[in-house]
């Protein structure tokens, strides 16, 4: 069935759809009753959603959740319909980046309305921890759990793209999210330019070729330091080994964000980067790298005209 048919005909229940060829349509051999329905509930939430791309790193601290939430931010501003998924249980913090730290989660009957925030619809495990550390001290199978019912709770409506901030490494967590959500059109590897990081760099691109997941490109974050007097970048670490790195695993390079105080400031004081500050070179960057995720679009146009 076409996105655009199932968008008029809404379904949020697989009982009623009548799509045959989705695999929510039946129960797997070896899946419980409870296991079906779970599976059932996920599915019809995501199936409204026509792009999901992931943002992966091989390490925290990289810049992985500005990339998500500016290209989100971008998207959003490109007149998408857009939602940001923040899933990184161990430092979520999409809320902080947004200025949504104090926001209380809604409910619906049918479960947690995103917020909605410069036009985009956010959601992050931060809005469910009282605690920042909680998340730290749960054990492997009580993480999973966590993820697995807030990817089933959340009610996104119809999206045009669902972007994810995905636990760092390549690890149990980033798999299972990967894993749950099924069909991923794309992910975007985050990674700084040190020669060090190229190690995370190519377990990324193995981690997602494993899982089939394309791979859209490689971001190199933080490659030189962008003066806020007279805006010269300046190499402190070797720049180029995330395109070095793209060009050798034969994955696309998306570009070099500078580490820029503005950006940094953004994400602090829970402003939007790439819209209160578009004119900055690095919001221009961030656009180009928004532009290869939005690219997605197009395929599909190719794939309904063959
Ligand atoms: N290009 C950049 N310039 C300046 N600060 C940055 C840049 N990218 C990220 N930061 C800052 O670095 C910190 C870590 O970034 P974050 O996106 O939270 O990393 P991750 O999600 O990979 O752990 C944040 O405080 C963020 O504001
Ligand atoms: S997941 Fe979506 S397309 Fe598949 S059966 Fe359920 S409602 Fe229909
Ligand atoms: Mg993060």
């Known amino acids: 069935m076409k996105q655009e048919d199932r968008e008029t005909v809404a379904p949020s229940n697989c009982d009623t759809c009548g799509d045959k060829s989705c695999s929510a349509s039946q129960r797997k051999e070896d ?12 599915q019809s939430r995501l199936c409204r959603i026509r792009h999901k791309v992931v943002v992966l790193s091989g390490k925290g601290g990289v810049g992985k959740s500005t990339v998500a939430v500016n290209l989100a931010a971008a998207l959003t501003l490109a007149g998408k319909r857009v939602g ?5 249980i161990h430092g979520p913090s999409v809320p902080t980046m947004l200025g949504l730290e104090r926001v209380e989660l809604q409910g619906c009957g049918d479960g947690l309305l995103p917020i909605e925030t410069g036009g985009m619809k956010v959601m992050s495990l931060g809005f469910l921890l009282k605690n920042p550390d909680d998340a730290v001290i749960w054990r492997g199978p009580l993480k999973m759990g966590v993820i697995k019912q807030f990817l089933k709770d959340v009610v996104w409506g119809d999206l045009d793209f669902l972007i994810i901030d995905s636990p760092p490494g390549t690890g149990d967590e980033p798999l299972s999210v990967c894993q749950l959500i099924g069909t991923l059109d794309g992910a975007v590897v985050v990674t700084t330019p040190q020669k060090v990081a190229a190690v995370d760099v190519r ?6 070729r494993q899982l089939h997941v394309p ?8 490659s030189g330091f962008v003066c806020p007097n007279c805006g010269e ?7 180029g080994g995330g395109k070095e790195i793209a060009e050798d695993m034969g994955v696309p390079f998306l570009g070099s964000i500078p580490m820029d105080p ?4 953004a994400c602090d004081t829970g402003r939007m980067f ?6 900055a070179p690095s919001a221009k960057i961030m656009h180009g790298i928004a532009g290869s995720v939005a690219a ?9 005209t063959a």
Request: hydrophobic fraction near 45%; charged fraction near 40%.
């Open 233 to 239: 970048v300046t190499l402190i670490l070797r720049a």
């Open 274 to 279: 790439i819209d209160d500050d578009a004119a």
């Open 296 to 304: 997605l679009e197009e395929k599909d146009t190719v794939r309904e």
């Open 262 to 265: 503005m950006i940094a400031d």
């Open 84 to 88: 940001l998924l923040d899933v990184d």
């Open 215 to 222: 791979v859209i490109g490689v971001v190199e974050n933080m």
């Open 31 to 42: 899946e419980s009753a409870e296991e079906f329905e779970d599976r059932k509930k996920l």
């Open 203 to 208: 377990k990324s691109i193995t981690f997602c």
